[in-house]
């Protein structure tokens, strides 16, 4: 089977440009590979996963799966990879982990909208990362790595208090609300629209959650009243 590589009981079927997992690879390797990469194809759907009984290891980087993402029972998984996909429904996807793979303790989601970090919106910033990381544990306290990084005792306790109020909840658009659609969205501005006008100068007050304290301007100690 070209691009197949087999190593023991380790499987890799990379950068195949496959839309769905081939019906041979799980005949011929299903029954033994623990180990199984996936990652840099098409895949939208992990039907067929089924026939490899005895992973431990699934990596599914670079793919196109979604929210409708359902993974067989693997009670023997313990690592699987979701970077770089489409996934947005950190809930479902969690609960679903929950069920199929109860033994799970090495997750990584980055680059999923579902993750908040600045791989996938600069408007995201560490507060958010800390909120997904303690939802995470509160819906998987078993993990011991989350996203490349270990998980402390901390972040348990703290999942244990607060993770269920951690929940980031995605906004519902009804369908005849059309100043939410992407094409009647203005660019974002901290400024009120009065303001944004070429033509307009009046002075403008605004808040902004960013405090400056001139850490990075020590120069500044050094201007007399008098050079002002």
Do not use: W
């Not at 770089?84 to 109860?102: F, G, M, S």
Request: glycine residues 8%.
């Amino acid at each position: 089977m070209a691009g197949l590589v087999v190593s023991g009981t380790q499987v890799s079927y990379v950068g195949q440009d496959c839309r769905e997992i081939p019906e041979q690879l799980g005949r011929d390797c299903g029954h033994f590979a623990k180990r199984l990469d996936l990652s840099f194809n098409l895949l939208r759907s992990l039907e067929g996963l089924g026939a490899f009984t005895s992973l431990e290891e699934l990596i599914l980087d670079n793919n196109l799966l979604g929210d409708d993402l359902v993974l067989p029972g693997l009670p023997q998984l313990h690592t699987l990879t979701l970077n770089k996909n489409q996934i947005t429904d950190l809930e479902y996807l969690l609960d679903h982990l929950a069920k199929v793979t109860p033994a799970l303790e090495y997750l990584s989601l980055l680059g999923n909208v579902a993750c908040p970090n600045e791989l996938v919106s600069l408007e995201k910033d560490e507060e958010d990362y800390k909120r997904y990381r303690c939802f995470v544990l509160h819906k998987l306290p078993h993990l011991k790595f989350l996203d490349a990084q270990k998980v402390t005792r901390q972040e348990r306790e703290e999942a244990l208090i607060r993770g269920a109020f951690m929940k980031v909840v995605k906004p519902m658009v009804s369908s005849g609300d059309h100043s939410a659609s992407p094409e009647h969205q203005l660019p974002y501005s901290p400024l009120p629209s009065a303001s944004r006008e070429l033509t307009s100068h009046q002075g403008v007050l605004g808040k902004c959650r960013y405090v400056y304290y001139g850490k990075n301007s020590e120069g500044n100690r050094f201007i007399r009243d008098d050079q002002l």
